[in-house]
């Protein structure tokens, strides 16, 4: 391992350094926090506040360095720094996406080592994002880390800006393998970026791996375990606050942390027009005797929104660059648990037709659609090449992966460079396992709660007493005026319900 002393990355046009990772084809001048590591023909920068846990497998051989933190089935805990030795034998890549990767979970990106082929893994959520350019072979977890900022401001892509952020409003991102910047794209959760010809691929789901549905007994079951024990071993290994909403994934978020109260917090921010998350999340602390604060939101000034527009890489305005600094007032908590990909398991994107979606022929224009968003050329062109290569899977599947990669891939994940960097955030929702019964189950069985209760009633049946998404009176529909009197939420509810028009029957 070598190591270079110099000014915080010098040619970048990165503000924030902290959590964050380069790959590059040569040395690179690294702040004095940081680690240089040559690893698969490249050369590895991470911030040194990053585990590195090189990983063997049971007969000795190299598999690869985890850099993050690592939550492994396989030690139900997270990895340490140093070597680490994984109970399976790994003689080809096959093996490392079979046996290894669907029982590893957290926040990280793996590299792979010894005779593997070089290639860049992300978690299952990619929580620990991507982006990379192709003719600089270059890749890091933000557009900032990638581009000096020279070329940050002459790759910017104003047109893409306007067409898919500018024109929506606050909401807006930029989805697919696009981004913001002219010959840099992100890498999306379930694909891995490949270091020999700097291409992303898909590695899961494999063809054929949702021909059958899965037992919604067998599922809910181990779902339910998976989150218990990725809960326990993350409130052991860090200091951790988790949401609490009125909403159901929230439900569920608690509910696999009941083993671990003893050492978790719970928080929910008073935002705007959230009046029902307080009210309900303080009914249900009381009811459950939970350590629960509700935090009052943080303006960002002009300077922390700025930066937040640059870790982001200009790729989406959300609500959270005006808030994100509330974090920081969980100043006794290292560590953040959100319900992200829930709604992955409750046929988000179908709800309105879920018994006949699997029944009818889609295409990259309805996906975009229930996605809400523009049908801008240039999307419609990326996201066909990501819709064709998953020919062959139900259309459901389709539906769930394009929420899960489409949507909480690109929009949410690509704020995590400036997010975790502040409080690291992990998803307890992001595990192989977990996925495999949000998506797996058929629509009908799995609607777009019974999953969910479940699993909610395995792990702690008590927590049905309180209302999901509403109060159980005359307020709910105070609620539902606020949401029909928003003019955004109006245009992408009619995107969505419209996208039936463009299905036919196969």
Same mark, same amino acid.
């Given at each position: ?14 503000? =924030? ?70 109970? =399976? ?254 709604? =992955? ?144 939420? =109006? ?16």
């Amino acid at each position: 391992m070598a190591r270079l002393d110099a000014a915080p990355f010098p040619d970048r046009a990165a503000p =924030v350094i902290d959590y964050q990772v380069v790959v590059s084809p040569e040395p690179m001048a690294v702040p004095s926090t940081y680690r240089l590591t040559e690893i698969a023909g490249v050369w590895l920068a991470t911030d040194e506040k990053l585990r590195l846990s090189a990983l063997c497998d049971q007969a000795g051989r190299r598999i690869g360095l985890a850099v993050g933190f690592t939550y492994s089935e396989f030690h139900d805990a997270f990895l340490p720094a140093g070597d680490v030795v994984l109970p =399976v034998d790994v003689e080809s890549i096959d093996d490392l996406e079979l046996k290894v990767l669907p029982r590893l979970a957290g926040l990280f990106v793996l590299m792979t080592d010894g005779d593997l082929p070089a290639r860049l893994y992300m978690d299952h959520g990619g929580s620990f994002p991507i982006v990379f350019s192709p003719a600089d072979r270059r890749a890091a977890s933000s557009p900032a880390l990638l581009l000096n900022e020279a070329d940050y401001k002459a790759r910017f892509r104003a047109d893409l800006h306007e067409a898919l952020i500018g024109r929506e409003g606050s909401g807006g991102w930029i989805s697919g393998t696009l981004t913001a910047h002219r010959g840099v794209f992100r890498v999306l959760p379930n694909h891995y970026l490949d270091l020999s010809t700097w291409s992303a691929h898909r590695f899961w789901p494999r063809p054929g791996d949702f021909a059958e549905w899965r037992g919604f007994d067998a599922s809910v079951a181990s779902a339910a375990k998976a989150l218990t024990d990725f809960s326990a071993a993350a409130n052991e290994t860090f200091k951790v606050a988790a949401t609490l909403t009125a909403g159901f994934d929230s439900r569920l978020l608690l509910a696999g942390c009941r083993t671990s109260l003893d050492r978790c917090d719970f928080f929910t921010l008073e935002a705007p027009n959230a009046e029902m998350d307080v009210d309900v999340s303080r009914m249900i602390a009381q009811r459950f005797g939970l350590r629960h604060r509700v935090l009052p939101l943080r303006q960002a000034d002009e300077t922390e929104m700025a930066i937040w527009d640059r870790m982001v890489g200009d790729c989406m305005v959300e609500a959270p660059r005006r808030t994100h600094t509330t974090l920081r007032d969980l100043t006794d908590r290292d560590a953040m648990f959100t319900g992200m990909y829930g709604e =992955v398991g409750r046929c988000r994107l179908y709800r309105q037709d879920l018994a006949q979606i699997n029944d009818a022929k889609i295409d990259a224009r309805f996906v975009i659609d229930r996605l809400t968003l523009p049908a801008n050329p240039e999307l419609l062109e990326n996201v066909g090449a990501w819709f064709a290569a998953l020919a062959g899977q139900p259309n459901s599947v389709i539906l769930d992966l394009a929420f899960h990669e489409l949507k909480f891939g690109s929009w949410a994940m690509g704020q995590r460079p400036i997010t975790n960097s502040i409080k690291l955030n992990f998803l307890p929702f992001s595990q192989r396992a977990v996925l495999e019964a949000f998506i797996g189950v058929a629509p009908a069985e799995k609607g777009t709660g019974q999953l969910f209760w479940g699993m909610i009633n395995t792990l702690w049946p008590e927590l049905a007493e309180v209302p999901v998404n509403k109060y159980g009176d005359l307020r709910d529909h105070l609620t539902l005026w606020k949401k029909i009197s928003n003019p955004n939420r =109006v245009r992408r509810f009619l995107r969505d319900r419209l996208a039936r028009k463009t299905v036919t029957q196969a």
